[in-house]
């Protein structure tokens, strides 16, 4: 019942159902709009690889300070690289809390964990136990490249979500 006593009608005029309609389709628009906004551009990726690349490589090197410098370049590099992400599509998303997408990203990432932690390994084992010098670059590299490709791989499961409204 109303304020008045009289009984409140359940069924929305047609009126509120066409505004209703409206305004879900913008709001799907919105949706599709913003997917399409977060898509970074591929330089990003490949910067955001080349400084991961960088960084594994520097352990060849066998030097804490080369190591430790390294490590401030790559650090302050995802920086610039967040401050430009941000200027350019005017949001941030973070990859761990993706929302209706958020199980196939951790799948992708436990994956990329896994394949990275492996090369690692490997290039580590190579390197500092086997004494194959510049064994930890070509792991740089080969890591960078994963960075990279799992980076727009990411934003691409997410840009999925976000067009199917998931």
Excluded: K, N
Excluded at 91 to 113: H, N, S
Aim: proline residues 2%; aromatic residues 10%.
């Amino acid at each position: 019942m109303g304020e008045d006593g009289a009984r409140a009608d359940p069924i929305p005029s047609a009126t509120e159902r066409d505004a209703a309609t409206a305004q879900l389709a913008a709001l799907e628009a919105d949706q599709v709009a913003l997917a399409e906004r977060i898509v970074q551009p591929w330089w990003w990726d490949v910067a955001l690889g080349l400084l991961f690349a960088g960084f594994i490589s520097s352990y060849s090197t066998h030097s804490g300070l080369v190591i430790g410098a390294a490590l401030l370049v790559f650090l302050t590099g995802v920086r610039a690289l967040e401050a430009t992400y941000r200027r350019i599509t005017g949001v941030w998303w973070d990859a761990r809390e993706v929302g209706p997408v958020q199980d196939r990203v951790r799948r992708a990432t436990r994956w990329w964990l896994v394949g990275c932690l492996g090369a690692m390994a490997i290039g580590a084992a190579a390197e500092f136990l086997l004494d194959v010098r510049g064994a930890m670059v070509v792991a740089g590299v080969a890591l960078g490249i994963g960075v990279a490709l799992s980076s727009r791989w990411v934003t691409r499961i997410y840009v999925a979500g976000l067009r199917a409204g998931r």
